[in-house]
């Protein structure tokens, strides 16, 4: 089992803050899925999604030209997890560089740590490089971790944090702030972030899903100095890697809902630039219908990006975005 972070190193990274600006959030407000629970309501969860996670998002599509609430760019990433050998992602580079990706679309794939400067030296420059995890601070005495300096020094642009791998099978999620500190000390450093929230199958199944996700949020929130550099990923735990994807509906609902929550707790106009894309399960099969929703601005992708031409088909999704006025 790998180590799981511990409280004491967690208290020692814990310093002062200052000026830290202060979020509302109450948890006394309480779910069933993803609507208001009342007293009268007899929920009953049944096994993986009860009907009533079946939603449409009260929101109206888009009228415009391309159905997006948000006014940022198109956003695919590309994490290949703890995947490949040298020949398998040559071979994989090598089908990126010749794949036809749309122009509108930010491209960004997350290799190994291992191959990072391999894929930089021999990946088109088209797509650009992230690393799938860093150090909360400065390098040094670090057994086994990476410094955003060292990522840097290397040409990654971006850094994945707080998936939900690194919350729960390596213990981060024991420590919110340890993820915000994070996200701060990238950005400082001129990184940009992914920055993963999402739910346990549950958390969802207890009408959590709104409460876990915004207490994510919050500790991003209480640590970036500004959100121009942040890409927000909402991926339902219940959906990576298994198979299950939450329905278009399912995942526009909170995408709303995080919309919404940045509105409220930092700005209009964050609220309106910052990208929410979703991740879970997400293939050429299935993210045409995803993207059409009007708040999921791009995609996390997992299995399917170390198939090229896949990826492709996802990257290239950007066009049912794209409707009649």
């Known amino acids: 089992m790998a180590a799981v972070t511990s409280t004491s190193l967690a208290s020692r990274l814990s310093t002062p803050k200052t000026a830290a600006p202060s979020h509302s959030y109450s948890p006394a407000t309480q779910f069933s899925g993803l609507r208001r629970s009342f007293s009268n309501l007899d929920y ?63 491209v960004v794939v997350a290799p190994p740590f291992v191959y990072l400067d391999h894929v930089r030296n021999s990946l ?4 650009e490089i992230s690393a799938q995890n860093s150090w909360v601070g400065k390098g040094g005495a670090f057994t086994g971790e990476i410094s955003v300096e060292q990522l840097k020094d290397i040409g ?36 940009k972030i992914i920055a993963c929230i999402g739910e346990l199958l549950q958390e969802r199944e207890a009408g959590k899903t709104f409460e876990v996700c915004f207490q994510q949020m919050k500790a991003f929130a209480d640590a970036v100095p500004s959100w121009d ?27 709303v809902a995080v919309r919404d929550w940045l509105k409220k707790n930092v700005s209009d106009e964050v609220a309106s630039k910052t990208r929410i894309i979703y991740g879970g399960s997400v293939n050429g099969s299935n993210c045409a219908e995803l993207a059409k929703q009007e708040d999921i601005d791009g995609f996390l992708v997992g299995g399917a990006s170390l ?5 492709a088909v996802i990257v290239n ?8 006025a």
Request: with cysteine; hydrophobic share 35%.
């Open 44 to 106: 009953s969860p049944q096994p993986l999604f009860p009907p009533n996670l079946r939603i449409s998002s009260p929101r109206k599509p888009c009228r415009g030209i391309v159905a997006m609430a948000g006014s940022g760019k198109f956003f695919v990433g590309g994490n290949w997890k703890c995947n490949g050998t040298k020949d398998s992602i040559s071979k994989l580079v090598s089908d990126l560089n010749s794949a036809k990706l749309e122009a509108d679309v930010d």
């Open 124 to 127: 088109t420059d088209r797509i």
């Open 156 to 191: 990654c642009n971006w850094v994945i944090l707080g998936h939900s791998e690194r919350r729960h099978v390596i213990g981060e999620d024991n420590h919110f702030q340890f993820i915000g500190k994070k996200a701060a000390y990238a950005l400082s450093q001129g990184l």
């Open 229 to 255: 550099d942040v890409v927000v990923a909402y991926e339902p735990v219940w959906a990576i890697g298994t198979g299950k994807v939450a329905t278009p509906q399912q995942a526009q609902e909170v995408h």
């Open 307 to 311: 198939k090229g031409p896949e990826f």
């Open 317 to 324: 999704s950007v066009t049912s975005k794209k409707v009649t």
